[in-house]
């Protein structure tokens, strides 16, 4: 059957012009045009969630990454943390504290003992500065010997207070400074020494009778320490030091 290209309207079979409008019959018969037109392509398959927001998985795999390695990382240091603190409580026989306590502790360890050194550094700096502008100054060299003395470096110390004397004969808290340094490293003797240099100069100083009577004590000169820890109550105006200085002194008169 053949159909009207003006106006549509299908022909009676073997007519060659529309009944309609009088056009020449042309074109397909409705099979071969049926035929002809393009078909809809099927339907493309859903896409998932991913695929339909690749943005948004870009994204999250931008932010995701890092925040994966951090808790990967926190994860290890946590369980170093409380290895670590569960060795120290085996070692001092202490407590072990719970994991997240493990690990605050360990964290706040690590940054005190970093901001720790960080000063040492920058005060040391600052006494070797110093001392090159002004190499006479013998108080510049007792307080870097302090600073060598809180680190433990004690050899260092000795030096520094040694120096001091010479630029400065006449001062009493060199003195006792390094013999504070010579005491810690077990030379008592000389520790001795330096007291007595001390107490020359300095007739009241009770730390010094303090430090002088637990160097006797080290030495098993119990008399002496406790003729030294006598005086250092009778001198001592602080609470700390004669509560200290009466703990020592009973200690002494037990070993008689």
Sequence with gaps: MKYCPSCGKAGVEGVKFCPQCGQKLTGFDLEEKRRSVNQPEAPVKERNWFGRHLNWTLLLGVIGGPFLLFW???????????????????????AVPSEPIAFIVIIVLVVRWYRE???????????????????SNAATYNERGDAYAETGEYGQAIADYSKAI??????????????????EIGEYNQAIADYNKAIELNPSDADAYYNRGLAY??????????SDLDKCIGLSTGPELTKAAQQALHKAKKSL
């Design 166 to 183: 010479d630029l400065a004969p006449r001062d009493a808290l060199a003195y006792f400074n390094r013999g504070y340094a010579y005491d």
């Design 72 to 94: 990967i990382v926190f994860g290890i240091v946590n369980l170093v943390a409380l290895f670590s603190v569960n060795i120290a409580a085996w070692i001092f026989r202490i």
């Design 117 to 135: 050194q960080r000063r040492q550094s920058r005060a040391m700096a600052g006494y070797d500065r110093a001392i090159k502008l002004d190499p």
């Design 217 to 226: 004590q080290e030495k098993g000169e119990m008399p002496k320490a406790i």
